[in-house]
Nanobody
């Protein structure tokens, strides 16, 4: 059974930083693509970025490019989302997701809340 657990969310002032973690069990990140998403109240879920299976490249949405960085620690089977220069509009519940055998995101964490105050 695959489980993803996010942590690291919290309350931060605008301009601050947070690092979110996504720990996996039941499957290794090194073998599957992983993505980060977020959902703000009243809005649809938004893609933030993804990390390829090879670990050699990451892709980011324009809204976070240059401020957010995805990294992976294969030894810990954990993926990180480093968020810098946070803005109030970054306030959302953040989710990590793992690609399944069919090539789509099949496994999701429970989410972690990020609140950025102005």
């Amino acid at each position: 059974q695959v489980q993803l657990v996010e942590s690291g969310g919290g309350l931060v002032q605008a301009g601050g930083s947070l690092r979110l973690s996504c720990a996996a069990s039941g499957r290794t990140f090194s073998s599957y693509g992983v993505g980060w998403f977020r959902q703000a109240p009243g809005k649809e879920r938004e893609f933030i970025g993804s990390f390829s299976t090879s670990g050699g490249s990451a892709y980011y949405a324009d809204s976070v490019k240059g401020r957010f960085t995805i990294s992976r620690d294969n030894a810990k089977n954990t993926v990180y989302l480093q968020m810098n220069s946070l803005k109030p509009e970054d306030t959302a519940v953040y989710y990590c997701a793992l690609v399944g055998e069919a090539g789509a995101y099949a496994y999701w964490g429970q989410g972690t809340q990020v609140i950025v105050s102005s």
